[in-house]
T-cell receptor, first 109, second 114 residues
């Protein structure tokens, strides 16, 4: 079967760095997405990785290792507004997104 | 503003009611999706429409009936729902192509079945 695993909840301090991990087992691979979802709002796109390595975009970076079926989202200089759920999703061989259950990130002052 | 709108934002309905959810995308995309989001569970893909043709239904119960009259509008017709159908229903759209599969989501309809 297809499976995406990510931690249910994480807590971090304002100004710090946090890494949210995602491991996957899917039928084929056509890229991995990270989305951010604030409570009561729509998920919004953060990043897309299809090749191994690190993609940096401002305070957010995303890493992919296809051989290990592993990705992480790195958030630097955390701000209170970063409190949200972070969703990992993999596009399988049929170009359908397989979603993780999301990681709820709590930022404390 | 994400370019994808959904109405209503909140809906409470009894198990014998019939209601419809509406989604509209203003992005010129050619694919639209319905997802179900339950607490602490992964997003569940319900239906996919590509160029107005349904391409995926993922064994969704027949009490959910999609309609896609054109590439900008998507409906989800609901009838004789069960309490376990209470969830957030998200609509999304994308421009499918060799390098563009990012999905844009609407704010969702919070459905409560009593």
């Amino acid at each position: 079967g297809q499976n995406i695993d990510q931690p249910t909840e994480m807590t971090a301090t304002e100004g710090a760095i946090v890494q949210i991990n995602c491991t996957y087992q899917t039928s084929g691979f056509n890229g991995l997405f990270w989305y951010q979802q604030h409570a009561g709002e729509a998920p919004t796109f953060l990043s897309y990785n299809v090749l191994d390595g690190l993609e940096e975009k401002g305070r957010f970076s995303s890493f992919l290792s296809r051989s290990k079926g592993y990705s992480y989202l790195l958030l630097k200089e955390l701000q209170m507004k970063d409190s949200a759920s972070y969703l990992c999703a993999v596009m399988d061989s049929n170009y359908q997104l397989i979603w993780g259950a999301g990681t709820k990130l709590i930022i404390k002052p | 503003e994400t370019g994808v709108t959904q109405t209503p934002r909140h809906l409470v309905m009894g198990m014998t009611n019939k209601k419809s959810l509406k989604c509209e995308q203003h992005l010129g995309h050619n694919a639209m999706y319905w997802y179900k989001q339950s607490a602490k569970k992964p997003l569940e893909l319900m239906f996919v429409y590509n160029f107005k043709e349904q391409t995926e239904n993922n064994s969704v119960p027949s009490r959910f009936s999609p309609e896609c009259p054109n590439s900008s509008h998507l409906f989800l017709h609901l009838h004789t729902l069960q309490p376990e159908d209470s969830a957030l229903y998200l609509c999304a759209s994308s421009q499918e192509g060799p390098s563009s599969y990012e999905q844009y989501f609407g704010p969702g309809t919070r459905l409560t079945v009593t």
